[in-house]
């Protein structure tokens, strides 16, 4: 089992920018990617960027060329640095792992965007 504790979050203006961090614990040996998540109210909850162990990335669309992620896998962390947001990045954010045995995810952490 993983445990994932995130922080980071906040209220940030629009073009503004936030970065989250994740910080994984338990069986970090077990996993494959780390990323995040985000759920907007009365929206699914949605792929926002992952990493794999080697590095390699994903994006949603309408993040891409505003987000990146990054992955320290010395410290089991995960961060995203968030630039340029809208306010249509508003959304509750849970950082997950995906490991052998299914999908983990943390608590999560509010971010809203004013407009």
């Known amino acids: 089992q993983v445990q994932l504790v995130e922080s980071g979050g906040g209220l940030v203006q629009a073009g503004g920018s936030l970065r989250l961090s994740c910080a994984a614990s338990g069986s970090t040996f077990s996993i494959n990617a780390i990323g995040w998540l985000r759920q907007a109210p009365g929206k699914q909850r949605e792929l926002v960027a992952s990493i794999t162990s080697g590095g390699n990335t994903r994006y949603t669309d309408s993040v891409k060329g505003r987000f990146t992620i990054s992955r320290d896998n010395a410290k089991n962390t995960v961060d995203l640095q968030m630039n340029s947001l809208k306010p249509e990045d508003t959304a509750v954010y849970y950082c997950?792992?995906?490991?052998?045995?299914?999908?983990?995810w943390g608590q999560g952490t509010q971010v809203t965007v004013s407009s």
């Open positions: 997950f792992v995906d490991t052998p045995w299914g999908r983990n």
